[in-house]
Nanobody, 125 residues
Framework: VQLQASGGGLVQAGGSLRLSCATS????????MGWFRQAPGKEREFVAA????????YYADSVKGRFTISRDNAKNMVTLQMSSLKPEDTAVYYC???????????????????WGQGTQVTVSS
């Protein structure tokens, strides 16, 4: 199983970025997909997730209204559209996959089976 995150970069505050996570080696439609982030010196934190069964999204309060997660089961891919970026969004962003994970556990990093390598997002003020 491989998860390949891409799309990170340097952007000014208020700008936008689109992260993508391409997957292989798993039956994508059976996996809830999540995005997490980790800033230097901080623990990995939940950003957004999307269900495997209903495509219902779920967001951390800190990104609600600014970020949008979506999935394309035909392409085995999940994306995270980030808008109105803030300096506090600066982190390494990771995508993760969890087999048929209930929505109630989608915010917990320990619930995920597979992780991508991470992509750096830097937001300058």
């Amino acid at each position: 199983v491989q998860l390949q995150a891409s799309g990170g970069g340097l952007v000014q505050a208020g700008g936008s970025l689109r992260l993508s996570c391409a997957t292989s080696g798993l039956t994508f439609r059976n996996y809830a997909m999540g995005w997490f982030r980790q800033a230097p010196g901080k623990e990995r934190e939940f950003v957004a997730a999307i269900s495997w069964s209903s495509t219902t999204p779920y967001y951390a309060d800190s990104v609600k209204g600014r970020f949008t997660i979506s999935r394309d089961n035909a392409k085995n891919m999940v994306t995270l559209q980030m808008s109105s970026l803030k300096p506090e969004d600066t982190a390494v962003y990771y995508c993760a996959a969890a087999y048929r994970l209930s929505r109630y556990y989608q915010g917990s990093p320990g619930s995920y089976d597979y992780w991508g390598q991470g992509t750096q997002v830097t937001v300058s003020s």
